[in-house]
């Protein structure tokens, strides 16, 4: 299993997203800090779930790092959040 996948499948569990995207940026830090040739080490995430609704920014890129708190300290460098409930703009 991917860590994209595991990242996936944690979000999933944790918040019944009505979207998730998880996107791998790995191979456009090439050269930079944290990067690791072959291996999945950026990432980007866009989800929409009622977990958020009437959370502050800051709340929710908690919650979202506490589920994938073991795969932030298992290799994943970087970790881009954009979390917001249905009907918001995403934030």
């Known amino acids: 299993m991917t860590t ?3 990242i996936t499948e ?3 569990k944790a918040f019944a997203p009505q979207s998730l995207d998880v996107i791998d940026e ?6 930079h800090a944290g990067h690791r040739p072959g291996e999945q080490t950026h990432f980007r995430v866009h989800i929409v779930s009622d977990a958020f609704a009437g959370k502050s ?3 929710r890129h908690r919650m ?4 994938l708190a073991s795969k932030l300290k298992a290799g994943v ?5 954009q979390a917001s409930a249905p009907g918001e703009a995403e934030t």
């Open 77 to 81: 460098h970087a970790l881009a959040i």
């Open 26 to 31: 790995s191979h456009r830090h090439v050269g």
């Open 10 to 12: 944690k979000l999933t």
């Open 57 to 59: 920014r800051i709340a």
């Open 4 to 6: 994209r996948d595991v």
């Open 64 to 67: 979202v790092n506490e589920v």
